[in-house]
């Protein structure tokens, strides 16, 4: 399993990006796919999921700022984060759970200047 994550940059605060991260394989075969980041100096922590039911879990920090989603014909996976604040800024990393094995992308930098 591989994941390719793109779309991360530098954005002033309020702005938008949207990050993607290409699978390579077919989206059903993840149980879980879903968004981390991690800001320096910190731990790793949960963005956003959703499950193979399409039911998605968001970080209460970024409820109704982001949004996560898929592509089942491209293979990939979303991330609409808007309203951005610079509290945000972290490098993001895509993963899919496949088989109670978790894979991870090579993550991708968030920046948001105030």
């Known amino acids: 399993v591989q994941l390719q994550a793109s779309g991360g940059g530098l954005v002033q605060a309020g702005g938008s990006l949207r990050l993607s991260c290409v699978a390579s394989?077919?989206?059903?075969?993840?149980?879980?796919m879903g968004w981390y980041r991690q800001a320096p100096g910190k731990l790793r922590e949960l963005v956003a999921i959703?499950?193979?039911?399409?039911?998605?879990t968001y970080a209460n920090s970024v409820k109704g700022r982001f949004t996560i989603s898929r592509n089942y014909a491209k293979n990939t996976l979303y991330l609409q984060m808007g309203d951005l604040k610079p509290e945000d800024t972290a490098v993001y990393y895509c993963?899919?759970?496949?088989?109670?094995?978790?894979?991870w992308g090579q993550g991708t930098q968030v920046t948001v200047s105030s």
């Open positions: 394989e077919n989206i059903p075969s993840y149980n879980i």
């Open positions: 993963s899919a759970r496949k088989r109670n094995t978790d894979y």
């Open positions: 959703i499950t193979s039911d399409e039911t998605t």
